[in-house]
């Protein structure tokens, strides 16, 4: 024969020994209870208190400033990139490029003469 034996439920919300925070409200259940805070807060077990649901607007304030500050460091970081770096870049690589591929016709040690830029249908 099995006999079972269920110990009484504690009414902890009767007691007051939980929900003890201002703005809380208990509701017993079997084998616990249930707090809940009057209007937009939320109770936190841990700390037996209601806190604010939303963030507050010196946050949000905070984190647009800064999610602004990234969105135009990286905007000027791609302009920087490319017109100035890009461009100095460029003239670099060009300048290493003509020490072994003369960008010039002129093979011979002469002085180099004035080019003069080419015309529909000539050739050099």
Known sequence: MIIFYFAPDIDE?????????DGCSCKNKW???E??????????KEQDA?????????????????LAVVTA????????YKYRLRSYMDS???AIMSQYMPLDNNQSNEAPT???????GTTV
């Open 73 to 80: 460091s990286g905007i000027a970081g791609y302009i920087f």
């Open 31 to 33: 084998g616990g209870y």
């Open 13 to 21: 919300c009767r007691t007051h020994t939980a929900c003890q925070c």
């Open 35 to 44: 707090c809940k805070c009057k209007g937009n807060r939320i109770y936190i």
């Open 50 to 66: 209601c806190i604010e649901r939303n963030g507050s607007r010196f946050g949000w304030f905070l984190t647009l400033v800064i």
């Open 92 to 94: 670099e690589i060009m």
């Open 114 to 120: 004035q080019s003069q830029p080419l015309r529909h």
